[in-house]
């Protein structure tokens, strides 16, 4: 007897769905069934299995009510893992442009430290003229991060101490003339 209500409750919730909710629970127990007619004693699931029950995970809200052959945590699982691939595989090393070679960054190190009020247009104009192809902006990029492990300001600094050390000389000279 309950079976029969339950039958009959079925196949009034069969009526009352869709013909897309209907086409993909027909479509999952195809699978299922060619899935168990493998001839193996525990059949296994491939990956177009694994697929397929993702993909039909994200399309019908009711897939846990018709997936018989594992149960909702695998499939879940499968997604996670999926997931987790495809980001693995788009964040992957190896990507992106070349960096620029130890002997450029060495020649850009060098100038900066030897002609410390030169800039990134400068130094890019004597790199040229050296023969290497480095774009402006990307000695700038390598200054930036020299400067930053140094003393921030301090090529500015340096020259205008310069400047001042002798106006503060003349000054003092000034004064001991006048005292004297």
């Known amino acids: 007897m309950f079976q029969f209500v339950f039958s009959l409750l079925a196949a009034v919730r069969v009526f009352l769905s869709s013909r897309r909710d209907i086409a993909l629970e027909v479509l999952a127990l195809r699978q299922q069934v060619a899935v168990l007619k493998r001839k193996r004693p525990r059949p296994l699931l491939n990956s177009f ?32 893992a999926g997931f987790r691939l495809y980001w693995r595989w788009r964040s992957r090393p190896g990507s992106g442009r070349p960096a620029i070679p130890e002997e450029v960054r060495g020649l850009i190190r060098r100038l900066a430290e030897e002609n410390s009020t030169w800039g990134a247009p400068k130094i890019h104009g004597e790199l040229q003229k050296l023969g290497f192809l480095v774009s402006e902006r990307t000695v700038a990029r390598y200054l930036r991060r020299l400067r930053r492990r140094d003393d921030p300001g301090k090529a500015w600094l340096d020259s205008w101490i310069g400047d001042r050390k002798q106006e503060y000389f003349n000054i003092c000279a000034a004064v001991r003339r006048r005292v004297t």
């Open 49 to 80: 299995d694994r697929l397929f029950w993702t993909t039909l995970r994200r399309l019908c809200p009711r897939w846990t009510d018709f997936l018989v052959i594992v149960k909702p945590e695998t499939v879940i699982g499968w997604h996670r």
